[in-house]
């Protein structure tokens, strides 16, 4: 798992029907500062994020176990959504 933030969403009419009805978003990377670090993937979300927010995202197989996933071509998912991060070495949410 990682902590990513959500910077934008994709819509993709004709895609496997393993995706459909699930919401595609587009998540950068955080590092140990809470800043975005350049790598972007793009995930189902299961939880109700919007752009801008800090979440939680898993991938592999563990990310097809979340939410009805389990026969789905997903790779990452996006799992919580973060309220605050408490640690000495990184900033707030």
Do not use: W
């Amino acid at each position: 798992m990682y902590l990513a933030k959500v910077i934008g969403r994709v819509v993709a009419t004709t895609k496997d029907h393993s995706l459909s009805g699930s919401k595609l978003l587009i998540v950068a990377r955080l590092n140990e500062e809470l800043q975005p670090e350049g790598r972007t993937d793009v995930a189902v979300d299961t939880v109700g994020a919007g752009k801008g927010e800090t979440v939680i995202v898993t991938t592999g197989s563990a990310g097809r176990f979340a939410g009805s996933l389990q026969h789905s071509v997903v790779d990452a998912t996006i799992v919580g959504i973060v309220d605050t991060v408490e640690c000495n070495t990184l900033a707030e949410v």
